[in-house]
């Protein structure tokens, strides 16, 4: 009788103790960073790329007005979400080599410090999967000049396959409210549809902000021209949005662009390999 108890009681230990390693080794995997991420490249006037250079080399900007107002355009949305995103971008990245703890109920968590312009932050990342996707929360702590509590940086979804998501990103330390929301999607192995939606409702002066609802959507296809943007974005007047597409090549580097606001008409315009403008066929 005490040998079969004893059988017993091992069984029950060593299948706990499978269950619980079982728990450790399935912790939901870390969407991409490139999740936050669109590519700008593209449109950058200067640079250490190498082909950046060459292809624009002795062009001058008259030359290539139809490139120049994507670039200008791509470049506006780049430096805000630049100034938004290098924090959450920053924390997140080095999640990926970090070994997660588990917590309870479907719930692990990456505990980590990281560095952003010379200053340290510590950061804590949960993921729990649920019946249906896996929920993200990032906290963020800073010590020394500029210290601040523990507080919920972003937070988001992905779904169980890992192929899409949404990350809600709180605009900062003093104003720790949603301001920007990103929606992403997987296609094959690349990040291949990032949409990023301005949702603040308030200016730091608390007056409303004329900026909510614009946004920029990044995508690729299976087009000759396989890149695009989809931009609606605020002129500074309350309720008075321009809408701009942009879509290129990002092996020839040809595009268009239509932008009734700049061109007055619902034209594409065109430029080559090069930058130079050229008619659209």
């Not at 805000?80 to 968590?109: C, E, H, R």
């Not at 896996?134 to 010590?143: A, L, N, P």
């Not at 309350?238 to 020839?252: P, Q, R």
Request: glycine residues 8%; proline residues 3%.
């Amino acid at each position: 009788m005490k040998k079969a108890i004893s059988l017993f009681l091992t069984v029950v230990f060593v299948s706990a103790f499978w269950g619980c390693e079982k728990k450790k080794d399935s912790a939901p995997a870390l969407p991409p960073a490139e999740t936050m991420s669109i590519d700008f490249s593209n449109f950058a006037t200067s640079g250490k790329s190498g082909d950046s250079d060459r292809i624009f080399k002795d062009v001058t900007v008259s030359e290539k007005t139809n490139w120049t107002l994507a670039s200008t355009i791509a470049g506006v949305w780049n430096l805000i979400l630049g100034a938004n995103l290098v924090i959450p971008v920053a924390s997140f990245g080095v999640a990926v080599d970090q070994t997660p703890v588990y917590l309870d109920n479907m719930k692990w968590q990456w505990s980590y410090n990281f560095n952003v312009i010379g200053a340290t932050y510590k950061a804590r990342l949960t993921g729990e999967i649920r019946t249906s996707d896996v929920k993200w929360e990032m906290y963020v702590t800073k010590e020394g000049v500029g210290a601040f509590a523990e507080l919920l940086w972003y937070s988001g979804t992905s779904n169980l396959d890992g192929k899409s998501g949404q990350w809600i990103l709180n605009y900062s330390q003093a104003f720790p409210e949603p301001a920007l929301q990103i929606d992403w999607k997987i296609t094959g192995e690349d990040v291949g549809y990032i949409k990023y939606t301005y949702i603040r409702d308030l200016k730091d002066n608390r007056s409303v902000d004329p900026f909510k609802t614009s946004s920029i959507e990044y995508g690729l296809t299976t087009a000759t021209l396989n890149a695009f943007y989809n931009i609606h974005q605020n002129t500074g007047v309350s309720g008075v949005f321009n809408d701009i597409n942009i879509e290129w090549s990002t092996s020839a580097h040809n595009g268009h662009i239509k932008a009734n606001f700049y061109y007055h008409d619902v034209l594409w315009h065109c430029w080559n390999g090069v930058g130079d403008d050229i008619s659209c066929e």
